[in-house]
């Protein structure tokens, strides 16, 4: 008879350490391999350092700075404050109107600019379309990563039908200087109602398809239910926003919880994780709520394309910015990837001092070794696409 031989679960008691030329320690039955920054899974030029034991991540270590855009020394050499809007464009570029939104906040609120009402419902009914726009890249995206490609030509055909929106606006589809201090660049063209409606009635059942492509899918819900688990109390701790936040399960979004422009007015609600597949926090919450967002900002512009007022968007945009005596100024918001913020100083004269940017890729990205340890190499491509970064923003 023959013996069944196991080994002892501490086999390897004392394993030798190697230094690598870079620093870092690992074992002997470890190995450090690259992900990036050229590969389709990190979304754009991010450097991941995966430290694995066989096929399991011991550690994870993300290398930015390969993108790196110099924003924040250029906007010390502008002529003027609205100079710096073009280049807010190019940090988070799916999300362009939300990054103009916020530096004009900071502005107008150095200024005292009191913004008409017109304008209002003009950058909400923007920034909303705008959301939804940069949430169909990102399922769009999320669904290539896990293997299905389908569920991206959709999305990608519906924000094409958004992009077209903005062009009739402002004339661009991508980058558009549109959120100027005081006001917006342009009034909504004639026709524009008609079709935001119209937009809002054919985008309502395409959620539920992509739903039912995707997020149901039962292939996609294996691949993403109990991956990338981030609890409650890291994503805080983490600074964390926006889906990543909610998806962990906190109610908290800013359009509601810290107001600003006339959200209060609208009635919605954020979208949480509540962990319906899987565990609270995981790869597929952090889609859903990204999904169900889709659909209360359908539920926002409705509303204030309703109730859009008359006005004159260029009212209150001022002639020359030279604020005095100068000072310290914040401006946020909630933007698809969470908190995004413009911490402006100025020196009196009529550029500004220093210009901060809070990006949330940035943030949220911190906190992609703590839900990556643990995690097989495969599901490390779900865990980077959940966390939706721009690397735009993260080298800013």
């Not at 020394?73 to 809007?85: A, F, G, P, S």
């Not at 945009?317 to 933007?335: D, L």
């Amino acid at each position: 008879m023959i013996e069944s031989l196991s080994l002892p679960t501490n086999y390897v008691t004392k394993p030798d350490a190697i230094t690598t030329s870079s620093g870092k320690t690992i074992r002997s039955q470890e190995m450090i391999v690259n992900m990036g920054p050229q590969h389709p899974s990190t979304h754009g030029v991010l450097r991941l350092e995966i430290v694995v034991d066989g096929e399991i991540i011991v550690d994870c270590i993300p290398h930015i700075g390969y993108l790196h855009r110099c924003f924040e020394k250029h906007t010390e050499h502008m002529t003027n404050y609205q100079q710096v809007i073009p280049y807010t464009d190019r940090m988070d570029y799916c999300s362009a109107i939300t990054n103009e939104w916020s530096y004009a906040l900071a502005v107008e609120r150095m200024l005292k600019i009191e913004v008409p009402e017109r304008v209002e419902y003009i950058r909400v009914i923007m920034a909303e379309l705008q959301r939804i726009a940069s949430h169909l890249i990102a399922v769009g995206t999320y669904g290539i990563d896990s293997g299905a490609f389908t569920p991206f030509l959709y999305s990608f055909i519906d924000r094409e039908k958004i992009l077209d929106l903005f062009e009739m606006t402002c004339g661009a589809r991508l980058l558009y200087n549109y959120v100027w201090v005081g006001g917006v660049s342009h009034d909504l063209p004639p026709g524009f109602v008609e079709k935001a409606k119209e937009f809002v009635t054919y985008f309502r059942p395409r959620i539920t398809m992509l739903n039912d492509l995707l997020t149901y899918n039962e292939i996609f819900v294996k691949r993403t239910a109990n991956v990338g688990v981030l609890p409650r109390d890291v994503a805080v701790n983490y600074a964390c926003s926006g889906p990543m936040l909610r998806g962990s399960g906190v109610n908290w979004d800013l359009r509601r919880d810290d107001p600003y422009s006339v959200y209060h007015k609208f009635e919605w609600e954020p979208q949480v994780g509540k962990g319906e597949v899987g565990t609270i926090g995981d790869c597929w919450d952090r889609h859903i709520v990204r999904m169900r967002e889709m659909e209360q900002s359908l539920n926002i512009i409705e509303q204030a394309l309703a109730g859009l007022p008359e006005g004159n968007v260029q009212a209150a945009v001022p002639k020359r910015i030279r604020p005095e005596p100068g000072g310290e100024y914040y401006g946020r918001t909630e933007s698809p990837r969470g908190e995004l913020g413009f911490y402006v100083v100025s020196d009196g004269s009529a550029s500004p001092y220093r210009v901060k940017a809070r990006g949330p890729a940035f943030v949220n990205l911190s906190v992609l070794p703590e839900i990556s340890r643990g995690a097989m190499i495969a599901d490390l491509v779900l865990i980077a696409g959940s966390v939706d970064i721009v690397l735009g923003e993260v080298d800013r």
